[in-house]
């Protein structure tokens, strides 16, 4: 049974920086890419980072860029998001996902398999 399990996240000032986690259980080798997602209430999910297991090759998508980094641990089968210089707008759940060899950050249709979520909140 496939397992994703979010923590790390809490309230931090502006300015502050949050480091997320992701164990992974299960199934673990048939998953190639691995992502971090946000939302927020009433919208649906925005990709955040991605991550190949293969070759660690990361994409960033929208206002994360410079200031997110995705990694992962495979020896931990952990997946991270170390956030930094957090805005407001950086407020909402965050997820982890993975997926089988194709996968799309602006598409989260593309992610089979997902956490239950981290609450993240920024404050000015």
């Known amino acids: 049974q496939v397992q994703l399990v979010e923590s790390g996240g809490g309230s931090v000032q502006a300015g502050g920086s949050l480091r997320l986690s992701c164990a992974i259980s299960g199934y673990t080798d048939s998953f190639d890419c691995l992502a971090w997602f946000r939302q927020d209430p009433g919208a649906g999910r925005e990709g955040v980072a991605r991550?190949?297991?293969?070759?660690?090759?990361?994409y960033y998508a929208g206002s994360g860029k410079g200031r997110f980094t995705i990694s992962q641990d495979n020896a931990k089968n952990t997946l991270y998001l170390q956030m930094d210089s957090l805005t407001p707008e950086d407020t909402g759940m965050y997820y982890c996902?993975?997926?089988?060899?194709?996968?799309?950050?602006?598409?989260?249709?593309?992610?089979?398999?997902w956490g239950q979520g981290t609450q993240v909140t920024v404050f000015s």
């Open positions: 991550i190949y297991s293969a070759g660690a090759t990361t």
């Open positions: 996902a993975a997926s089988g060899a194709y996968c799309n950050l602006l598409r989260s249709s593309t992610f089979t398999y």
